[in-house]
């Protein structure tokens, strides 16, 4: 973000709380690359940070009240006491992903007492570019420098997820919040989930005439509301199953084996994706660590059968938008993020992207979808402090 960005959000604070906030920060939003609903199985991911972000203008209190107020949502000042909070918070509201970073912190030692903040995000909502990693992480950030934790960036993360699963409710895995607060300019992040090991991959697709699109698809299916908690239950018990601690410990070469010793037809599935997505992993970094980017296309594409097949978490939508960029001349293309809506990345040559972009929308036009959109995902800063 912009120095205009925080002086804004500054203004936007004073206004609400009638003095000016001890800084502002920003955490950005992210696109999956490669290794999708593999971080929960202790598995590899390769996310890399998006240009839009979740900003956020914070004054320390000491009296242990906590006010939160978002931009972009409807509604006033929500008002909290720290030391009270406790999950769920009534009304499952916004909020409970700040007010989670406060309890979490609290629950793990640190003294951090109140906060007045004030929320902007341009990290589009519902689109699988994790919005609400964006929330946490930028909270944990200001609330790491004002109280003086000294908590690494990885350590945000652990934070911030924690938030979620325990305080929103939500299973989800380590990645969104690790790229929130890990990830750096040109960059995609090889992530290890199980030790948190990652590895900063130069991502310059430019450099190679090429460009990576995100396409919002614009909806969201409500059948998408419990499928990730449902898929993480099947991926446990295929280990469980299985012997292992996780399905990380399948070896690819083994696979075939696995899966003729496992009954139940739904959790194969699950457990197929799941080393052959780690695998696919493995094969994008050879691509990128050789100087080949385009040959992860491919890659790309065969992830999509899998989430779509053998997962299945695509929609009519998602994968509208792989068959479409794909006949308009794409190296590869699939969904990113939890599925059932949300958006789809797209590889192209850059001299290609103006037609397929014009495709897909065209291809949504005659199915009477809404128009998607679609922007360049440019491998972006992770979560910093702006003033």
């Known amino acids: 973000m912009t120095e205009p960005v925080a002086a804004a959000v500054a203004r936007a604070f004073t206004d609400l709380y009638g003095a000016g906030p001890d800084g502002a920060w920003a955490a950005p939003g992210r696109v999956n690359l490669i290794g999708e609903y593999t971080d929960f199985n202790d598995g590899f991911v390769m996310?890399?940070?998006?240009?839009?972000?979740?900003?956020?203008?914070?004054?320390?209190?000491?009296?242990?009240?906590?006010?939160?107020?978002?931009?972009?949502?409807?509604?006033?000042?929500?008002?909290?006491?720290?030391?009270?909070?406790?999950?769920?918070?009534?009304?499952?509201?916004?909020?409970?992903?700040?007010?989670?970073?406060?309890?979490?912190?609290?629950?793990?030692?640190?003294?951090?007492?109140?906060?007045?903040?004030?929320?902007?995000?341009?990290?589009?909502?519902?689109?699988?570019?994790?919005?609400s990693a964006a929330l946490e992480v930028v909270t944990a950030l200001a609330l790491n420098d004002l109280y003086e934790l000294g908590l690494s960036p990885s350590w945000l993360a652990v934070v911030a997820q924690r938030a979620e699963n325990a305080f929103v409710g939500v299973p989800c895995?380590?990645?969104?919040?690790?790229?929130?607060?890990?990830?750096?300019?040109?960059?995609?992040?090889?992530?290890?989930?199980?030790?948190?090991s990652s590895r900063q991959?130069?991502?310059?697709?430019?450099?190679h005439g090429l460009e990576l699109l995100v396409v919002d698809t614009r909806v969201k299916h409500a059948l998408g509301d419990g499928a990730y908690a449902e898929r993480r239950e099947g991926c446990e018990a295929g280990a469980r199953a299985l012997g292992v601690a996780a399905l990380r410990d399948v070896p690819y070469a083994g696979l075939a084996e696995a899966l003729a010793s496992l009954?139940?037809?739904?959790?194969?599935?699950?457990?197929?994706?799941?080393v052959t997505e780690d695998h696919r992993v493995e094969r994008v970094i050879a691509h990128l660590d050789a100087g080949d980017p385009r040959a992860a296309g491919p890659l790309l594409t065969e992830g999509h059968a899998s989430?779509?097949?053998?997962?299945?978490?695509?929609?009519?939508?998602?994968?509208?938008?792989v068959a479409t960029a794909h006949a308009a001349g794409a190296l590869g293309a699939r969904m990113t993020g939890g599925g059932f809506g949300g958006s789809a990345i797209v590889l192209a040559e850059s001299s290609a992207s103006d037609t397929i972009t014009k495709s897909v929308t065209a291809a949504f036009d005659a199915a009477g979808l809404m128009p998607p959109r679609v922007f360049p995902a440019v491998p972006s800063r992770g979560a910093h402090r702006l003033a």
């Open 47 to 131: 996310p890399l940070a998006l240009p839009h972000t979740a900003v956020a203008a914070v004054a320390r209190r000491d009296d242990g009240v906590l006010r939160l107020h978002s931009a972009d949502v409807d509604g006033g000042i929500v008002q909290l006491r720290a030391d009270e909070l406790a999950p769920p918070l009534a009304g499952g509201s916004w909020a409970a992903y700040p007010a989670g970073v406060v309890w979490a912190l609290r629950e793990a030692g640190h003294a951090v007492g109140g906060a007045d903040i004030h929320l902007t995000s341009t990290v589009p909502t519902g689109a699988g570019l994790s919005s």
């Open 173 to 196: 895995g380590i990645m969104d919040q690790t790229a929130a607060a890990c990830c750096t300019e040109g960059h995609a992040l090889h992530l290890d989930t199980r030790d948190l």
């Open 201 to 207: 991959v130069p991502f310059d697709l430019a450099a």
């Open 263 to 274: 009954g139940d037809e739904r959790i194969r599935r699950y457990v197929r994706h799941v």
């Open 307 to 321: 989430l779509r097949d053998d997962l299945r978490v695509s929609c009519a939508e998602l994968d509208l938008v």
